[in-house]
């Protein structure tokens, strides 16, 4: 099953963020850092949040993570939508699709943490991350 979810960026406090809106909704909160998949070579960046996701009891998904420095970040431009399953052949599809028209920022390939990951920008100026994986627990 592809899900579909809010995905926001933030400046130095995806950790702060992450943790107030799971004491807003309640459940599982998980956090990696940069550091941990070696994603950014910035000493500064080591201890940013490179991806955050709050699962809750009611079934809703929340993602989010610190901005890098080199990457512009304008409050109010700070969100992306998270397509993510485990139907690679469903997930390149949609990918395609969106990047018609618009431009690719990462393509779809094996990302550090296993899973195979891109972004891409729609022609309507609409970020998207997709996230082919196994099936969420």
Known sequence: MTTLNPYLGFRDNAKDAMTFYQSVFGGELTMSTFAEYHASEDPAEQEKIMHAQLRTDAGMVLMGADTPNSMDYT???NFSVSLSG?????LR???DKLADGGTVAMPLEKAPW???FGMCKD???VDWLVNVGSEPA
Not at 86 to 90: F, G, I
């Open 93 to 95: 599809g949609y990918f």
């Open 86 to 90: 485990a139907n690679e052949a469903e």
């Open 114 to 116: 296993g899973d195979v």
């Open 123 to 125: 022609r309507f100026g």
């Open 75 to 77: 409050p109010g431009n």
